[in-house]
Antibody, heavy 117, light 112 residues
Framework: QVQLQESGPGLVKPSETLSLTCTVSGGSISDYYWSWIRQSPGRGLEWIGY???????NYNPSLKSRVTMSVDTSKNQFSLKLSSVTAADTAMYYC???????????WGQGSLVTVSS | QSALTQPRSVSGSPGQSVTISCTGTSSDVGGYNYVSWYRQHPGKAPKLIIYDVNKRPSGVPDRFSGSKSGNTASLTISGLQAEDEADYYCCSYTRASTWDWVFGGGTKLTVL
């Protein structure tokens, strides 16, 4: 059973960069694509992007200019950086596994990030 | 990239069936069979319950079923149980630019 765990600061100042890491256990990072999805308070889900173990990425066009994802296969981890954050980026950030024909199967418990000075 | 359209809320009594719709366009729901559904209880992460329009992951009861007609996908829950009270989200691949994914706005299911 694949398990995911997000980690990172819970508070980020406006204009700074949000950084989160997702650690994968119970499976190999090469077995899936890896995605970040966020959920603003009281709102729906928003797909941020995905990364493959090879390093190939694809980002939500609405966030593309501010998003960078990376992967560390030696640590079974992948990461998210979101630059120039504003209050609108305050959200629960989830990491999740997916395959194109199998949906987002495994999810982390989520990491709440608040953007505030 | 617009969210897929779902009803804000639906309700049903225990034992009844409810259907949640998810309307998109020919560029997403109507164009591909990569529609999935997720259930989210308060304070919890979403859980995959349907993928590829109508397939259930291992462990998901057959009370949950999915279908699609044109640009609208549907999730049907039969034999409603109290534990089914949750938020439900649809998701579809969309060929907006490259391989992108879009979610619906979510539907709150209340079990009366």
């Amino acid at each position: 059973q694949v398990q995911l765990q997000e980690s990172g600061p819970g508070l980020v100042k406006p204009s700074e960069t949000l950084s989160l890491t997702c650690t994968v256990s119970g499976g190999s990072i090469s077995d899936y694509y890896w995605s970040w999805i966020r959920q603003s308070p009281g709102r729906g889900l928003e797909w941020i992007g995905y990364i493959y173990y090879s390093g190939s990425t694809n980002y939500n066009p609405s966030l593309k200019s501010r998003v960078t994802m990376s992967v560390d296969t030696s640590k079974n981890q992948f990461s998210l950086k979101l630059s120039s954050v504003t209050a609108a980026d305050t959200a629960m950030y989830y990491c999740a596994s997916f395959r194109f024909s199998e949906g987002f199967e495994y999810w982390g418990q989520g990491s709440l990030v608040t953007v505030s000075s | 990239q617009s969210a897929l359209t779902q009803p804000r809320s639906v309700s049903g009594s225990p034992g009844q069936s409810v259907t949640i719709s998810c309307t998109g366009t020919s560029s997403d729901v109507g164009g591909y069979n990569y529609v999935s559904w997720y259930r989210q209880h308060p304070g919890k992460a979403p859980k995959l319950i349907i993928y590829d329009v109508n397939k259930r992951p291992s462990g998901v009861p057959d009370r949950f079923s999915g279908s699609k007609s044109g640009n609208t996908a549907s999730l049907t829950i039969s034999g409603l149980q109290a534990e089914d009270e949750a938020d439900y989200y649809c998701c579809s691949y969309t060929r907006a630019s490259t391989w992108d994914w879009v979610f619906g706005g979510g539907t709150k299911l209340t079990v009366l």
